[in-house]
């Protein structure tokens, strides 16, 4: 599953995106999706779950509460609005599929995400 992500570009603090991560219609099934960021010369960082169903969600501490992930039902598309953005979220935005997924303690895990799409640059800066 391929996805290819949109909706990227340069705010000022304070500022506002959604991104949209589309998925290749050749794909069977409809996967768990996660959102991720990667700045240069660091790890790719996944921020943000959607379950299958779309009802169930999870966020890094360092975007819960001004980052939302939803979903279409029933497809591979998911999306990711971001509010109050800072300068440390400046990055390259991607999603991938999740192979596994678990609950634990009511929280939502993500797991064995095998590829990326191209991403989105979000630059933040005054």
């Known amino acids: 599953l391929q996805f290819v992500e949109s909706g990227g570009g340069s705010v000022q603090p304070g500022g506002s995106l959604r991104l949209s991560c589309v998925g290749s219609s050749r794909s069977e099934g409809v996967y768990a999706i996660g959102w991720f960021r990667q700045v240069p010369g660091k790890e790719r960082e996944q921020i943000s779950c959607v379950s299958q169903e779309g009802s169930i969600t999870n966020y890094a501490d360092s975007v819960k509460g001004r980052f939302t992930i939803s979903r279409d039902a029933h497809k591979n598309t998911a999306y990711l609005q971001m509010n109050d953005l800072k300068a440390d979220d400046t990055a390259v935005y991607s999603c991938?599929?999740?192979?596994?997924?678990?609950?634990?303690?009511?929280?939502?895990?993500?797991?064995?995400?095998?590829?990326w799409g191209q991403g989105t640059q979000v630059t933040v800066s005054s």
């Open positions: 991938s599929a999740a192979q596994a997924v678990q609950y634990i303690g009511g929280i939502l895990k993500c797991y064995g995400f095998e590829s």
